[in-house]
């Protein structure tokens, strides 16, 4: 399997008054054509490994690394000139709220089209059929109507399908999915989540999927990472979840209450000091 | 003796064309020590009637019964001396430049407590957050130590009932089973009759013995936790719920 993505030794770091906070430790990973999961709990730096693949980090927090690599291609060393080539068109990244991703004072239509014309020299006409042609694929009935319609007239689902619309629309090489469905209700979830995984299995596409909804991820990826305090404590195959062996991944499963296994008490997560300061495991 | 009881419940926002009705002739009743699950989609009406019940929704119709009496309008000082709510955002629902103590001894002086020093440290140690958190702002909590502090103060007059509104989808899967196991212990402590609102099954099932389901403001079905376990439903939609979140749960 060719690599699209290799991270080796990946640093993310923020100076504040009391010393360097180190969001993510030493993280390393590769991605071929396939769904890969993050998960963690809030903080574990699961977001901010995937914001500095993108090189979205801006000063006075630092990203380093001993590899960043798309297709072979560096991507530290790179100007924001030429990160914004990369951007959209080669990685695109689907955030967790359509309500704040979307511009509020701007068609959906134009919005997608907007994407869609910065990365392909095409004309107005053909950029609309294909940008409806999008919404069409993202399952949206009506695409017609709903290309005039502005962001507030649409729903949550609606919304997050038509930034994945948007996302999907320059064709890129890997999509890094940011929560993209814990906005949503459960019933929609599922929808949005076939949906995207159809589109990114059809055009061969490696998916980075974060979350924090462990089921979720191993129901829908085929590989797992799992963070702890800004490094990977495990990497699994996401069928063998249940398998897991790092005390942490098995505290955060038997933490959920289930419908099926129902008990009095939950067991709470107990934290042990040295998940956090030992070695990352690649993946 | 009945903890809550809800007839015909009508609440509906804005007038004539603009009128949107939010639930839909509602009925539930809730016994006095049980406790009881509302579950929807968002925009179902859920936390609405919770709203009703506190006396946030301004337009309503219908019985709301608390404790075998109807409730006054407005709602009295008696009325939340029995009824208390948590919200669902612990990072919104405190005041960001108040500190815990001040959080407390606010409730407590309105209610009409003079010892209020002697009972700041036993609600403390009831969420289990201890004395040193006492005058610290919620800038310095986390969400869960927050999440505490939120039901801490909805303790403090010493209600019969409290009304949960998603008391843990703000907060992280590990964090949720601290927060739902002291939920348990405090309703079994304290003789509390819970209603809760929440989107999550599972939440819901592990807390509550009777779970109404909600769609576009009306309750179309409620059923016992253990009906609803075996998966023993009339109505297609709470089939449907059940379904979607047995999926993401299996694996």
């Known amino acids: ?283 | 003796m009945s903890g809550i009881e809800i007839e015909g419940l009508n609440v509906w926002f804005g007038e004539y064309e603009e009128r949107v009705d939010a639930v839909k002739g509602a009925n539930l009743s809730v016994p006095k020590g049980g406790s009881f699950g509302l579950v929807g989609e968002s925009g179902s009406g859920k936390s609405t009637i919770l709203r009703a019940i506190m006396g946030l929704a301004p337009t309503w119709s219908g019985k709301i019964e608390i404790l075998d009496k109807p409730v006054e309008n407005p709602r009295g000082r008696d009325f939340y001396r029995a009824v208390q709510m948590v919200f669902q955002d612990p990072y919104a629902s405190l005041h960001p430049r108040h500190s815990v103590d001040q959080v407390l001894s606010e409730t407590l002086s309105l209610h009409g407590f003079t010892d209020i020093d002697k009972r700041i440290s036993k609600l403390l140690d009831d969420v289990g957050l201890g004395p040193s958190f006492r005058f610290r702002y919620p800038h310095q909590l986390s969400g869960g130590q927050r999440q505490r502090v939120a039901i801490a103060r909805a303790l403090a007059p010493e209600p019969q009932i409290l009304l949960l509104d998603e008391p843990t989808s703000a907060l992280d899967v590990s964090v949720q089973a601290e927060i739902l196991n002291l939920l348990t212990d405090l309703r079994a402590e304290h003789k509390l009759t819970y209603l809760m609102v929440s989107h999550d099954l599972a939440v819901v099932g592990h807390i509550c013995q009777d779970i109404a389901v909600m769609q576009v403001g009306e309750i179309v079905e409620t059923l016992g936790v253990e009906d609803m376990r075996a998966m023993r439903t009339k109505h297609p939609y709470t089939k449907h719920l059940l379904e979607s979140s047995l999926q993401s749960a299996a694996g």
């Open chain 1, 1 to 283: 399997m060719s690599k699209l993505l290799e991270v080796e030794n990946l640093w993310v770091k923020f100076p504040t008054r009391t010393g360097v906070f180190d969001a993510v430790r030493g993280v390393s990973f590769s991605l071929g054509q396939e769904r890969l999961g993050i998960v963690g709990e809030s903080g574990s730096g699961k977001s901010m490994t995937g914001r500095a693949i993108l090189r979205l980090i801006r000063p006075p927090g630092m990203v380093t690394a001993d590899k960043m690599e798309l297709e072979g291609v560096d991507l530290l060393g790179r100007s924001e000139r030429e990160m914004r080539k990369v951007r959209g068109q080669q990685i695109s990244m689907i955030m967790q709220d359509p309500k704040f991703s979307l511009n509020p004072v701007m068609r959906v239509g134009a919005q997608i089209m907007e994407a869609y014309r910065l990365h392909a020299k095409v004309s107005k006409k053909e950029a609309k059929l294909k940008t409806i042609a999008m919404l069409e694929a993202v399952a949206i009935r009506d695409p017609e109507r709903v290309y005039r319609m502005y962001p507030h007239e649409v729903s949550g689902g609606m919304g997050q399908r038509i930034m994945i619309a948007m996302m999907l629309i320059p064709d890129p090489k890997i999509m890094i999915a940011d929560e993209p469905t814990s906005a949503l209700d459960v019933s929609v979830q599922m929808q949005v989540l076939e949906i995207m995984d159809k589109l990114v299995t059809d055009r061969g596409m490696g998916l980075i999927f974060i979350s924090h909804d462990l089921n979720l991820v191993s129901s829908f990826c085929d590989r797992v990472l799992i963070m702890y305090a800004g490094r990977v404590v495990e990497t699994l195959q996401a069928d063998k979840l249940h398998e897991a062996e790092h005390p942490y991944t098995r505290g955060l499963l038997n933490s959920l209450p289930r419908l099926d296994a129902p008990k009095d008490r939950l067991d709470v997560l107990k934290r042990d000091p040295a998940w956090a300061t030992d070695e990352s495991v690649s993946g």
